[in-house]
Protein backbone atom coordinates (compact mmCIF):
# COMPACT_ATOMS: atom_id res chain seq x y z
CA UNK A 1 0.00 0.00 0.00
CA UNK A 2 1.54 3.54 -0.92
CA UNK A 3 0.82 6.26 1.38
CA UNK A 4 -1.85 7.82 -1.11
CA UNK A 5 -4.22 4.95 -0.25
CA UNK A 6 -3.43 4.94 3.29
CA UNK A 7 -4.36 8.64 2.88
CA UNK A 8 -7.44 7.87 1.19
CA UNK A 9 -9.08 5.35 3.97
CA UNK A 10 -7.85 7.16 6.77
CA UNK A 11 -11.11 10.01 8.25
CA UNK A 12 -10.86 13.20 9.91
CA UNK A 13 -9.43 13.91 12.84
CA UNK A 14 -12.27 15.23 14.15
CA UNK A 15 -14.96 12.67 12.98
CA UNK A 16 -11.95 9.90 14.50
CA UNK A 17 -12.24 11.58 18.19
CA UNK A 18 -15.56 11.92 17.68
CA UNK A 19 -16.11 8.43 16.96
CA UNK A 20 -13.97 7.48 20.02
CA UNK A 21 -15.69 9.88 22.51
CA UNK A 22 -19.22 8.07 21.14
CA UNK A 23 -17.93 4.80 22.15
CA UNK A 24 -16.64 5.27 25.25
CA UNK A 25 -19.67 6.81 26.19
CA UNK A 26 -22.01 3.58 25.56
CA UNK A 27 -19.84 1.22 26.94
CA UNK A 28 -19.51 3.10 30.00
CA UNK A 29 -23.72 3.80 30.12
CA UNK A 30 -23.63 0.14 29.09
CA UNK A 31 -21.51 -0.82 32.38
CA UNK A 32 -23.93 1.12 34.40
CA UNK A 33 -27.22 -0.65 33.20
CA UNK A 34 -25.56 -3.56 33.57
CA UNK A 35 -24.55 -2.68 37.38
CA UNK A 36 -28.26 -1.58 38.07
CA UNK A 37 -30.15 -4.11 40.13
CA UNK A 38 -33.09 -4.84 37.58
CA UNK A 39 -36.57 -3.68 39.16
CA UNK A 40 -39.48 -6.86 39.20
CA UNK A 41 -43.22 -5.24 37.51
CA UNK A 42 -45.16 -3.72 41.05
CA UNK A 43 -47.96 -5.60 41.30
CA UNK A 44 -50.26 -3.46 43.44
CA UNK A 45 -52.25 -4.46 46.20
CA UNK A 46 -52.97 -0.73 47.30
CA UNK A 47 -57.12 -0.82 47.04
CA UNK A 48 -57.17 2.68 46.35
CA UNK A 49 -55.25 2.40 43.24
CA UNK A 50 -57.60 -0.92 42.23
CA UNK A 51 -60.91 1.86 43.07
CA UNK A 52 -59.10 4.91 41.04
CA UNK A 53 -58.48 2.24 37.75
CA UNK A 54 -62.31 1.26 38.29
CA UNK A 55 -63.30 4.16 37.74
CA UNK A 56 -60.71 5.91 35.10
CA UNK A 57 -62.35 2.59 33.09
CA UNK A 58 -65.45 3.75 33.53
CA UNK A 59 -64.52 7.30 32.55
CA UNK A 60 -62.74 6.00 29.86
CA UNK A 61 -65.98 4.10 28.68
CA UNK A 62 -68.32 7.01 29.00
CA UNK A 63 -65.76 9.37 26.48
CA UNK A 64 -65.65 7.07 23.95
CA UNK A 65 -69.58 6.57 23.77
CA UNK A 66 -69.84 10.18 23.84
CA UNK A 67 -67.24 10.60 20.85
CA UNK A 68 -69.04 7.50 19.17
CA UNK A 69 -72.37 9.99 18.99
CA UNK A 70 -70.42 12.99 18.08
CA UNK A 71 -68.73 11.52 15.28
CA UNK A 72 -72.50 9.57 13.97
CA UNK A 73 -74.36 12.89 14.48
CA UNK A 74 -71.68 14.33 12.34
CA UNK A 75 -71.60 11.92 9.71
CA UNK A 76 -75.57 12.60 10.16
CA UNK A 77 -74.93 16.58 9.46
CA UNK A 78 -72.90 15.91 6.82
CA UNK A 79 -75.37 13.69 4.76
CA UNK A 80 -78.11 16.24 5.47
CA UNK A 81 -76.60 19.19 3.71
CA UNK A 82 -75.34 17.24 0.95
CA UNK A 83 -79.08 16.57 0.29
CA UNK A 84 -80.13 20.25 0.89
CA UNK A 85 -77.35 21.69 -1.81
CA UNK A 86 -78.73 18.30 -3.83
CA UNK A 87 -82.36 19.36 -3.75
CA UNK A 88 -81.10 23.34 -4.14
CA UNK A 89 -78.93 22.21 -7.00
CA UNK A 90 -81.61 20.57 -8.56
CA UNK A 91 -84.28 23.40 -8.22
CA UNK A 92 -82.12 25.39 -10.09
CA UNK A 93 -81.62 23.44 -12.89
CA UNK A 94 -85.85 22.68 -12.85
CA UNK A 95 -86.77 26.75 -13.03
CA UNK A 96 -87.89 27.91 -15.99
CA UNK A 97 -86.63 30.04 -18.27
CA UNK A 98 -88.24 33.39 -18.88
CA UNK A 99 -88.47 33.66 -23.05
CA UNK A 100 -86.57 36.08 -24.89
CA UNK A 101 -89.15 38.18 -26.24
CA UNK A 102 -90.25 39.49 -22.27
CA UNK A 103 -86.28 40.92 -21.50
CA UNK A 104 -86.27 42.42 -25.20
CA UNK A 105 -88.97 44.39 -24.50
CA UNK A 106 -87.99 46.10 -21.59
CA UNK A 107 -85.26 48.81 -22.20
CA UNK A 108 -82.83 49.97 -19.58
CA UNK A 109 -82.26 53.32 -19.12
CA UNK A 110 -78.39 53.90 -18.02
CA UNK A 111 -77.39 56.80 -16.15
CA UNK A 112 -74.29 58.45 -15.16
CA UNK A 113 -74.27 60.56 -11.91
CA UNK A 114 -71.30 63.38 -12.67
CA UNK A 115 -68.67 62.99 -9.93
CA UNK A 116 -68.37 66.84 -7.85
CA UNK A 117 -65.39 68.36 -8.12
CA UNK A 118 -63.47 69.26 -5.22
CA UNK A 119 -61.51 71.83 -5.18
CA UNK A 120 -57.78 71.51 -3.45
CA UNK A 121 -56.33 73.46 -0.58
CA UNK A 122 -54.00 74.78 -3.07
CA UNK A 123 -56.93 76.00 -5.57
CA UNK A 124 -58.77 77.56 -2.85
CA UNK A 125 -55.63 79.40 -1.88
CA UNK A 126 -55.38 80.56 -5.23
CA UNK A 127 -58.61 81.70 -5.70
CA UNK A 128 -58.52 83.40 -2.62
CA UNK A 129 -55.63 85.58 -3.49
CA UNK A 130 -56.76 86.54 -6.22
CA UNK A 131 -59.98 87.80 -5.00
CA UNK A 132 -57.93 90.14 -2.62
CA UNK A 133 -55.88 91.32 -5.69
CA UNK A 134 -58.84 92.15 -7.09
CA UNK A 135 -60.40 94.04 -4.48
CA UNK A 136 -57.41 96.40 -4.08
CA UNK A 137 -57.19 97.30 -7.60
Request: glycine fraction near 0%.
Amino acid sequence: MSNEEKNENRIPRWKYRKQRKIEKRRQKRKKIAESRPEVAPMESEDPHYEASKLLWEKREETHKLIELARLKTQEKEKRAKEAAEKKWRDTLLNIPLISPTISQEKKIVKTFVQPTLKKTYRERFYEQKMSKDSKQL
